[in-house]
């Protein structure tokens, strides 16, 4: 049985996405067993790479900033992200996230995968779509 931990963002990890996330809640660092959960923030003009996340879902709450996210089969939707509001990615569901400045944006990221990076799939072929 694991015991309750707290934890404060420090280290960062390369995520395949294309984001340096903040280490927080995950199997790797907690033992959870069915949920991660991380700080990011992106820089202005930062964009991840086109993915998916194929067998979990994703909550996020922005904290600061804007961001645009593409999303759709073939990244056919557009939704501006800002401060005080809350997203939900559906599993399987390809994403693109933007920040289109000025300034940073930062959000705390919940999913239900305790390894966060194991279901991320790149869709290279959808990058080109939002150059």
């Given at each position: 049985?694991?015991?309750?931990?707290?934890?404060?963002?420090?280290?960062?990890?390369?995520?395949?996405?294309?984001?340096?996330?903040?280490?927080?809640?995950?199997?790797?660092?907690?033992?959870?067993?069915?949920?991660?959960?991380?700080?990011?923030?992106?820089?202005?003009?930062?964009?991840?790479r086109?993915?998916?996340?194929?067998?979990?879902?994703?909550?996020?709450?922005?904290?600061?900033?804007?961001?645009?996210?593409?999303?759709g089969?073939?990244?056919?939707?557009t939704?501006?992200?800002?401060?005080?509001?809350?997203?939900?990615?559906?599993?399987?569901?390809?994403?693109?996230?933007?920040?289109?400045?000025?300034?940073?944006?930062?959000?705390?990221?919940?999913?239900?995968d305790?390894?966060?990076q194991?279901?991320?799939?790149?869709?290279?072929?959808?990058?080109?779509?939002?150059?």
């Amino acid at each position: 049985m694991t015991s309750c931990q707290k934890r404060r963002p420090g280290a960062t990890y390369a995520g395949r996405q294309g984001f340096d996330y903040f280490e927080g809640i995950s199997s790797e660092t907690t033992g959870s067993r069915a949920i991660c959960m991380h700080l990011l923030t992106i820089p202005p003009g930062g964009r991840a790479r086109a993915h998916k996340h194929a067998t979990h879902e994703t909550a996020i709450y922005v904290l600061s900033g804007t961001t645009i996210m593409h999303w759709g089969e073939r990244l056919e939707n557009t939704m501006e992200i800002g401060a005080g509001e809350m997203l939900y990615i559906p599993a399987d569901m390809p994403h693109l996230p933007i920040n289109p400045g000025p300034e940073p944006a930062t959000a705390v990221i919940a999913r239900t995968d305790p390894h966060e990076q194991e279901s991320v799939v790149l869709l290279p072929e959808l990058d080109a779509l939002h150059p």
